[in-house]
């Protein structure tokens, strides 16, 4: 919706009680009045991030102190939030023609964050370097609806802006009649003039003052009493009709009363409105007339009309009348006149050339035909017949690696075998040529060789198309349709077209010369080359290739701005080469007449002027249009050495279609859109007048290319002497281009390119150093204060090579410097970089071979940097391997630190809730055979726990075997450290209770069936015991002794003796 007035009133008047209603719609006047907060930034931060390749970049945020409300509560639907700031580094930059970065704002901490761009097609980020935001910068919040009060605000604003329009531009144009008493003028000698300024009374024209003071506009004298006057007074110069000033006041009238009837009608877009059209305001009928073309009259179309399927003229019919073009640009006429020129897309002349060209050469005024081959079935009248062969001296010569004169043709079939006066030369897949023109006889073919061998060759009849070879012919090798070390010749051509030349030709694969022309010494007109601008192909004696490779001593024509000088001292050579550029070369921009010696030829201008209306009309007054003045200006001076043009409160503009040339933009991105290029511009200045310097490509196209900034400069000048303007930024080709200031500016020598080099206007300079020790080659880059910027340079001596480029600051110390040293057996890259409190980082690689202490040759890598990324599949030796997912492969490891793993396997183990945990099958394919060491969850299971079946391979589950003096193979003890004594060797050796529980087959035990029972009474220092041993009988009832005769003796349980018998 629009923005209102206060009180939702939907028009002002002005003077409508004395002149009645005379609409007028204004709306470029009041377009930059909206509902808007200017707000400040109060505080900033940054934050360092990675993308998802890993790339790091820097995030900025922001606060404004001031903002008393949530952005986020006022977002409009499908809309991001953006921001546009009026100041700092950042106004000015940002996306589209409103410089606009988008934002996301946070309402937790009421912090915006700035989305990064990357605009330059490089890793160049906005905001980043030094275009970053800063506390105090003003920024205007946009994109969302606003709260309700800057509504108001904007409709105050509104308001003022409109009573401001209205008192600039309303003007009061009544005219006030009076007659003159001449008695009265004749005795005061009242001198009456146009101009002059008088005042009128009168309470009943002028209720407020009483009365007017004006000016006399028009005087009417009678000759015979010239004291007699009528006189008209008014504020403004009167037309002599008022049906001037108004197109009709009948149909203002209806126009007013439509108006006032219906509150529906659309805006009307006049002839002189700057408004864009949309689906709700309409073309007035003048505007309708410059804007569409005419059906029933002659008409002019400013720009290009696309057809898109094509266009008939006159009454078309195929074949009969009318012409016609169609989409695929196939056309048909009657008669055509060609002024000077009709050729192929691409032509090269010469015999050995390719396409075809009919033209008048400029030199003979003579018309010219080069083709390949013609047909003409009756007469051919030739009033001057030159009469050559290739091989003339006089003619043409080819040098190639076969020719010969054909001695006999004899057909075989559907071919013709042909021998030679000499040894044959050519081979299958030649392509043999011959042309020969004689006083009788014009003969000529080009023809693929299908066999060959020492006595002649074979050749289809179909290849010579109708001719018929003949003895006495001279043939030549012109290319091979397979072997490469064929396809080359020498073409040495002297004739009367005063074209002499020398052609190398390479790649002719074909019966024909298309892009096969590789070098050519001598005349060059007729060569057609896109890499060379359209007014500047090569043409005159020269020299024309792919590469060239020259040595020796050279005059140059590089103009004034270059200054070489060589100095030679002790043998030692020593070449400075510095460069100011004072002057540019035509050539050397994209614009026409950039130096403007044509004047304004391919320059537009405009002017601006305080046009007089009333009412909404403009005032016309003889037939011209009222202005208080006209204070904008476009001349051009050549008082000077250099013409410059003076441009007054105006602009310049060059169409388009008026530039010299354009650049082919073609390069893609990975979404298949083109990608715009860097240009620069630079200019020579002075300022006359203070005042604000816009430059601008209008009507640009975008359409097919990634999103960019069109190239623009936005800035105020002040009053200086010359200076020269140097600025960057992205084009694709499009758009008129336009200057413009508001103050007085001489602009001269302009230039607009791709090549930064052609547009630079400070100090550059490269140095060449060379002695019987040493080579330096070195370029610099120096600021308008001779302070250096960028520095690059190569030096070579017998031990080292070193490359070297450095980046400074303001002040003059180091902020990058990286670089390449090599020696015989060392090599080092590397990379510095200078935080602004002085720390240095670095990264470097080595690669050297050296001798170790043995003697030995060994070779080695050095890497070190804060942080190495290897991407990729990591391999060395091919057996250890990092993966892409970060896992590793080996084939063995010594690891002395520590290794965490939480799962994995190892030989037979895997690592399980951190245990090692052993599994295997018994011998009837049961799970009964594990072996666990580590705590458990579970309560049955041990620290190391063990699961044996009989039926396996191993006969036993734990198996420990060995003695040695003072220990057991197995161990065990509740709690106190009690170990066998040293002259000892146990078994089992158990401290604390032992429970042997039976299972059913009893207690079997070789010290219980051999030893018999002991009870031990002490154990010795030794380790062995004292003990009481039970007694042994006799075998039979007499050895036994009576019972009722003996006392027994027992300790511990046993019987270990007795008495009596």
């Known amino acids: 919706p629009r923005l209102m007035l206060p009180g939702k009133k939907k028009y002002v008047e002005v003077g409508v009680d004395e002149y009645g209603i005379y609409d007028h719609y204004e709306q470029a006047a009041f377009s930059d009045i909206y509902p808007r907060r200017v707000g400040t930034v109060s505080s900033v931060r940054s934050e360092e991030v990675t993308d998802e390749e890993g790339k790091a970049f820097t995030v900025y945020y922001f606060k404004d102190g001031g903002m008393d409300f949530d952005p986020n509560d006022y977002e409009l639907a499908g809309e991001t939030k953006r921001v546009s700031f009026q100041s700092g580094d950042l106004s000015g930059l940002g996306e589209g023609d409103d410089h606009y970065f988008e934002v996301n704002f946070d309402s937790a901490t009421r912090e915006f964050e700035i989305v990064t761009i990357w605009p330059y097609g490089n890793d160049t980020q906005l905001p980043g370097g030094k275009l970053v935001p800063k506390a105090g910068d003003t920024y205007v919040l946009w994109n969302i609806r606003m709260p309700d009060k800057y509504y108001r605000l904007a409709e105050e604003e509104f308001a003022a802006a409109v009573d401001e329009y209205n008192k600039d531009h309303w003007l009061d144009i009544a005219a006030y009649k009076a007659p003159t008493d001449h ?36 005087i009417t004298r009678r000759v015979n009493l010239p004291g007699e006057m009528d006189l008209e007074i008014s504020d403004a110069l009167q037309v002599s009709k008022f049906d001037r000033v108004n197109d009709s006041i009948g149909e203002l009238k209806s126009y007013t009363k439509a108006k006032a009837e219906s509150s529906g009608l659309p805006d009307i877009i006049r002839s002189f409105d700057n408004t864009l059209p949309t689906d709700n305001n309409l073309f007035s009928a003048k505007r309708s007339q410059r804007e569409f073309l005419s059906k029933h009259r002659r008409d002019t179309a400013a720009e290009v009309i696309g057809f898109l399927k094509g266009a008939y003229f006159g009454d078309y019919k195929a074949g009969e009348s009318g012409g016609n073009v169609d989409g695929d640009g196939n056309a048909e006429f009657l008669t055509a006149v060609i002024r000077e020129l009709l050729r192929s897309t691409r032509f090269v002349d010469g015999m050995f050339g390719e396409g075809w060209q009919l ?22 009248v030739a009033l001057e017949l030159l009469i050559e062969t290739v091989r003339s001296v006089r003619g043409q010569l080819v040098v190639s690696a076969a020719n010969g004169k054909i001695k006999t043709v004899t057909k075989e079939g559907n071919n013709y075998r042909i021998t030679f006066e000499q040894e ?6 030649d392509l043999m040529r011959c042309a020969v023109f004689t006083g009788a006889e014009i003969l000529g073919y080009w023809v693929e060789v299908s066999e060959g061998d020492t006595e002649g060759i074979t050749v289809p009849q179909r290849e010579f198309g109708g001719t018929e070879p003949k003895a006495g012919d001279e043939c030549v090798l012109m290319g091979n349709t397979e072997n490469p070390l064929r396809q080359n010749l020498i073409s040495i051509s002297a004739t009367e077209d005063g074209q002499p030349r020398v052609d190398v030709l390479d790649g002719v694969n074909a019966k024909n010369f298309n892009g096969c022309l590789r070098c050519r010494v001598g005349n060059l007109d007729g060569i057609k080359d896109s890499a060379f601008p359209a007014n500047n192909q090569p043409h005159g004696n020269g020299l024309y290739g792919d590469n060239v490779y020259l040595k020796g001593t050279f005059i140059l024509m590089t103009g004034e701005d270059i200054l070489t000088k060589f100095e030679i001292t002790e043998g030692k050579i020593q070449s400075a080469v510095e460069g100011l550029r004072d002057e540019v070369r035509e050539e050397q921009s994209f614009f026409d007449n950039t130096t403007f010696t044509e004047g304004m030829s391919k320059w537009i201008s405009g002017y601006k002027a305080a046009f ?25 001076v050549k008082t000077g050495k250099v013409p410059y043009v003076r441009i007054t409160n105006s602009y310049i503009m060059q169409k388009n279609g008026d530039f010299r040339t354009i650049p082919d933009f073609k390069e893609l991105n990975g979404d298949g859109l083109r990608i715009p290029g860097y240009v620069y511009l630079s200019f020579h200045y002075k300022v006359i007048e203070a005042g604000h310097l816009r430059i601008e490509f209008v009507n640009g196209n975008k359409a097919g290319f990634e999103n960019f900034n069109m190239f623009a400069y936005d800035g105020d000048l002040p009053v200086g002497g010359e200076k020269v303007l140097n600025h960057s930024g992205l084009w694709n080709g499009t758009g008129d281009f336009k200057l413009s200031f508001t103050g007085v500016i001489q602009v001269s020598l302009l230039v607009f390119s791709t090549d930064r080099t052609d547009a630079l206007a400070y100090k550059y300079a490269t140095f060449f150093e060379q002695s019987d020790k040493m080579i330096k080659i070195a370029a610099a880059n120096f600021d308008k204060d001779g302070n250096v910027l960028e520095e690059s340079s190569i030096i070579t001596t017998s031990k080292y090579n070193r490359l070297i480029s450095e980046r400074f600051n303001a002040d003059g110390s180091l902020k990058n410097k990286s670089g390449l040293v090599t020696t015989a057996d060392f090599s080092k890259l590397f990379a510095q970089g200078v935080s602004d409190n002085g720390l240095v980082k670095s990264a470097d690689l080595k690669v050297y071979v050296k001798r170790d202490e043995f003697g030995d040759l060994v070779s080695g890598v050095t890497i070190r940097a804060d942080q190495i990324e290897l991407e990729g599949l990591v391999t060395a030796n091919g057996y250890f391997k990092v993966l892409t997912d970060g896992s590793i492969e080996t084939r063995n490891a010594n690891v002395s630190g520590i290794v965490k793993a939480d799962k994995g396997k190892i030989g037979g183990f895997t ?33 190391v726990d063990v699961a044996f079946n009989g039926a396996t391979d191993g006969r036993f589950g734990v198996k420990s075997v060995g003695a040695t003096s003072g220990g057991a193979a197995i161990y065990a003890s509740t709690g106190p450290l009690t170990y066998p004594a040293s002259g000892m060797t146990y078994a089992g050796f158990f401290v604390g209770p032992v429970d042997v529980r039976d299972t059913g087959n009893g207690l079997i035990s070789d010290v219980c069936a051999s030893k018999g029972f002991r009870y031990i009474k002490s154990r010795n220092s030794d380790g062995t015991y004292v003990y009481n041993e039970g007694v042994n009988w006799g075998d039979g009832a007499a050895q036994n002794p009576d019972l009722d005769k003996i006392r027994l003796i027992v300790r511990g349980g046993i019987i270990v003796g007795y008495t009596g018998e």
């Open 612 to 636: 007089l209306t009333f009412g909404g009309k403009w005032i016309l007054a003889g037939n011209k249009l009222l202005s208080s003045s006209e204070n904008g200006n476009v001349e051009v």
């Open 359 to 380: 033209w008048i050469d400029k030199i003979t005024g003579l018309s010219n035909l080069t083709i390949d081959k013609a047909t003409i079935r009756q007469t051919l």
């Open 911 to 943: 690592i399980e809730s951190g245990r090692l945990y052993w599994k295997s099958r018994d011998y009837f394919g049961n799970d009964s055979r594990s072996l666990k060491l580590g705590v458990s969850s579970s309560s049955t299971e041990g620290i």
């Open 424 to 429: 044959n030369t050519f081979v299958a897949h």
């Open 183 to 218: 008695v009265w003028i004749e005795q005061q000698e009242a001198d009456l003039f146009v101009g002059r300024r008088v005042k009128l009374e009168s309470s009943e024209y002028f209720p407020k003052d009483g009365y007017r003071r004006s000016r006399i506009t028009k």
